[in-house]
């Protein structure tokens, strides 16, 4: 099958590439970057020479439906929903990795991400790509507005307990820290190496464009309106997310007994791992993996479980994800190319 990636520039394409490279069912035909059209690939990642070097273009939708079946979206946001319709209309599949499709309130979407929703048919045949929750609907799905890497590692946390109404809905607090990448490649004073390194500092405060996206999943899994206390960081390292969240049980749980049921609802899950009583998982554990590993501490003093999930978020938050869901929208065996051991150290 022959693939594209629009937006051939950044992390998440660099890194779709990483795993792309040796899939078996799948040649990445065409890199698209108008500001790097008639440039090698290997010329911006010279970690790539005589790997990929083929010469990134210019976009034409024509020729480009002609040439391809699959078109991965690594563009930032408001982007991807000025395209997308067109090559739906031509039955090409489509994955984005921004934020354009993710979300079904307009109003919302505007306040988040400052423009115009992308027009309402298209939100409407959009799959919201959590591989593990919504598998059944992402097989015969034309467009996969994939996750982002906030939303992947709170709501894979959240799920289990919600789905089993162990919760209390209104009370939930999430704590999560991102390493550089999470802000992309583009130049940012705010993560220069000067002001990044020995530093540790919170971000868009009741503003990230997550916190609708991650109330929007956990609603649905309630049946009811959901809103969460959400608190981003930036800490100094490259790879990862950790989201630590806090949330009231509505009676009495064992560690153990919760981990049992978290264990049952991944069961058939090869990308999510449940760690043992007494044991929480670290970034490093999942570092360029499609893993998302969950450790569990109910503190029974105080009525509370904690929650600790860890993702890599170029490839559980970005990459590895919607391979994933392009192995599946195909009817491959979910892991394919992706099934790779962590990087450890």
Not at 34 to 43: A, K, L, R, V, Y
Not at 58 to 69: C, F, G, H, K
Not at 209 to 233: C, G, M, R, Y
Not at 274 to 286: A, C, D, H, N, Y
């Amino acid at each position: 099958m022959n693939v594209a990636i629009i937006g051939g520039t950044g992390y998440g394409a660099v890194e779709l590439l990483r795993f792309l490279y040796n899939h078996p069912h799948v040649t990445v035909s065409k890199i698209i970057s108008h500001s790097n059209s008639g440039t090698p690939f290997s010329e911006v990642y010279p970690h790539l020479v005589n790997l990929i070097d083929t010469e990134m273009e210019s976009l034409d939708i024509s020729t480009l439906a002609e040439e391809v079946d699959l078109v991965f979206f690594a563009t930032p946001s408001n982007v991807s929903k000025n395209y997308i319709p067109e090559l739906i209309d031509k039955g090409i599949k489509c994955i984005d990795l921004s934020g354009d499709f993710r979300l079904k309130d307009g109003e919302q979407y505007r306040n988040y991400y400052g423009e115009k929703m992308a027009p309402e048919k298209y939100i409407e045949k959009a799959v919201y790509g959590l591989s593990e929750v919504n598998k059944k609907a992402i097989e015969n799905a034309l467009l996969i507005a994939n996750p982002g890497c906030y939303p992947t590692a709170t709501t894979l946390g959240l799920i289990p307990v919600l789905s089993h109404n162990l919760a209390d809905y209104q009370n939930i607090v999430i704590d999560a820290k991102t390493g550089t990448t999470g802000a992309g490649r583009s130049l940012s004073q705010g993560f220069h190496f000067s002001e990044m390194q020995e530093n540790f500092k919170a971000y868009k405060l009741g503003i990230h464009k997550h916190i609708p996206e991650i109330e929007q999943v956990l609603s649905d899994t309630a049946n009811e309106d959901i809103q969460v206390t959400f608190t981003p960081h930036v800490v100094p390292m490259t790879r990862g997310i950790m989201s630590t969240i806090y949330v009231n049980l509505k009676e009495r749980q064992s560690t153990k007994q919760l981990l049992d049921l978290y264990k049952e609802f991944y069961k058939d899950k090869p990308f999510v791992r449940v760690r043992e009583e007494g044991i929480i998982p670290q970034t490093k554990e999942v570092y360029g993996s499609n893993f998302c590993d969950i450790g569990l501490y109910a503190d029974e003093r105080t009525g509370k479980l904690i929650i600790v999930s860890v993702i890599d978020n170029l490839v559980k938050g970005a990459s590895g994800q919607a391979i994933q869901n392009m192995n599946i929208m195909n009817g491959w065996d979910e892991a394919t190319g992706i099934n790779q051991l962590p990087i450890y150290p």
